[in-house]
């Protein structure tokens, strides 16, 4: 079974820093990619950056660009969003998620990890 598991939210202050982690299992890792999605009170879910398996690739979304960096174990199944300089639209329930798709085609939403809650203070 494909397993997803979230973790590393929290409260911090604006300009502060978290570090979010998606360690994955049961699926072969140079086929597929894993990403990171939020999701804000009242507003759609948002894709916050991806990384691609196969190639190693790593896209972000705008709103994130600069602020925050994706990295992967050399095993390829365990993914860290380190986010600084963090803002309050920042705030919501951030989700991993892995699957078939290429991140610069959509980001994947095959299987999805429990969400992990990030409040930044103003």
């Keep these: 079974d494909v397993q997803l598991q979230a973790s590393g939210g929290g409260l911090v202050q ?4 978290l570090r979010l982690s998606c ?5 072969t890792y140079d086929d597929h990619a894993i990403a990171w999605f939020r999701q804000a009170p009242g507003k759609e ?3 916050v950056s991806c990384f691609s398996g196969s190639d190693g690739s ?3 979304a ?4 600069g ?3 994706l990295s992967a ?11 600084n300089k963090m803002k309050a639209e920042d705030t919501a329930v951030y989700f991993c998620a892995a699957g078939f798709a290429k991140c610069g085609d959509r980001y994947p939403d095959d299987y999805w990890g429990q969400g992990t809650e990030v409040t930044v203070s103003s």
Aim: charged share 20%; net charge positive; proline share 0%.
């Design 62 to 65: 705008d709103s994130v660009k």
């Design 23 to 27: 360690t994955a299992s049961g699926f």
């Design 67 to 69: 602020r925050f960096t």
């Design 14 to 17: 604006a300009g502060g820093s």
């Design 58 to 60: 790593i896209y972000y």
């Design 45 to 47: 879910r948002e894709g």
């Design 73 to 83: 174990t050399n095993a390829k199944n365990t993914v860290y969003l380190q986010m």
